[in-house]
């Protein structure tokens, strides 16, 4: 009688023994979120757009952590040798994810190999922009002009290696042109030797360029995307110019460790559809210059391994390389 009366209660104090130690649902403590970029920046306000909802979605604080510094590489870095546990993500724009690995020889991590895709969260399409003295109206005129005139068209950018140095890369081999790369420090003074003259080309993200294309302080011939975009709805699309298959956006995507659970990459991807499926937030995200867009992990990680040799190809054929 004692033994019957004493392997139950055995039995219940091992059970409530291991309880405390049972796999807690995900998440049970706040998430960060690290970019490595200064504060205020693009990704900054993407990130913070996101993170509130993101917070009502999974119950839990969502942190943002800035590590800068090597074009975003000390961020992902960072990430890729984080607990694999979900709690400590990267928001990785096209530089990050795709671009690094062709520009600096000795970065520290590999994307397709050191991540597991979240989510990708937006598109970032950019305008095709000349100077007002161009005599082009569209892009069609504007390539005939430029291949008249080889090595006398300079195109301005944001600095070497960046999404507004490549794109234009691939738009003169894709058109088979001869520009000159002119790289500044930031779009605002390529922007200001655009409006002057000093350089006659630059490829520049939406809002910006319809801000200044509005203004008449531009012209925007064309967008980079596979549609038009709703800041230039008269501006056509390269595609719709002549230019077939021309299509490049950057994007934007958070990403986790790499050995982070299956069930734990489902839960943050479905809680990025959830956020991205509001109403509201597409407004708010276009008036950001970048375009809901949302891959779940297996898509996006599709659509990274497709990227990522097209950039690489846009770096080699740029020349770009950074220490």
């Known amino acids: 009688m004692f033994r019957r009366r004493l392997l139950p209660a055995l039995l219940t104090s091992l059970l409530l023994a291991a309880a405390p130690h049972a796999q807690a649902a995900f998440p049970d403590k706040p998430i960060k979120v690290v970019i490595g970029f200064p504060a205020g ?49 990267v928001l990785a724009n096209t530089g990050v994810a795709v671009i690094n690995g062709a520009l600096y020889p000795r970065l520290p991590y590999d994307t397709l190999r050191d991540f597991v895709p979240i989510a990708r969260t937006a598109q970032q399409p950019l305008a095709l922009l000349v100077n007002n003295a161009v005599p082009a109206r569209t892009l069609g005129e504007f390539i005939a002009y430029a291949k008249q005139n080889p090595g006398k068209i300079n195109y301005g950018s ?10 234009p890369e691939m738009f003169k081999n894709a058109a088979g042109l001869f520009m000159v790369h002119i790289p500044y420090r930031g779009s605002a003074p390529a922007f200001t030797d655009l409006m002057g003259g000093q350089v006659q080309f630059m490829a520049e ?42 299509e490049v956006v950057g994007f934007y995507g958070f990403l986790a460790p790499a050995a982070t659970p299956k069930d734990v990459v489902a839960r943050l991807s479905d809680a990025f559809r959830q956020v991205l499926s509001q109403p509201d937030l597409k407004a708010r995200m ?38």
């Open 41 to 89: 920046g693009p990704l900054d306000q993407h990130a913070r757009l996101l993170s509130d909802r993101l917070q009502a979605v999974l119950g839990q604080p969502v942190i943002i952590d800035y590590k800068p510094g090597a074009g975003g590489a000390v961020g992902a870095d960072f990430v890729a040798k984080s607990p694999a546990d979900g709690y400590t993500l």
């Open 205 to 246: 993200s939406i809002p910006q360029a319809a801000s200044y294309a509005k203004q008449g302080k531009v012209r925007a011939l064309a967008v980079t995307s596979r549609e038009r975009n709703p800041a230039l709805p008269d501006t056509p699309t390269a595609m719709e110019s002549g230019l077939k298959g021309f």
């Open 158 to 167: 944001a600095g070497n290696g960046g999404i507004s140095h490549l794109v």
């Open 286 to 323: 276009v008036s950001q210059g970048a375009d809901p867009a949302f891959l779940g992990s297996e898509e996006f990680a599709t659509f990274l391994k497709a990227e990522t040799p097209r950039w690489q190809q846009a770096v080699k054929a740029s020349g770009a390389k950074m220490d």
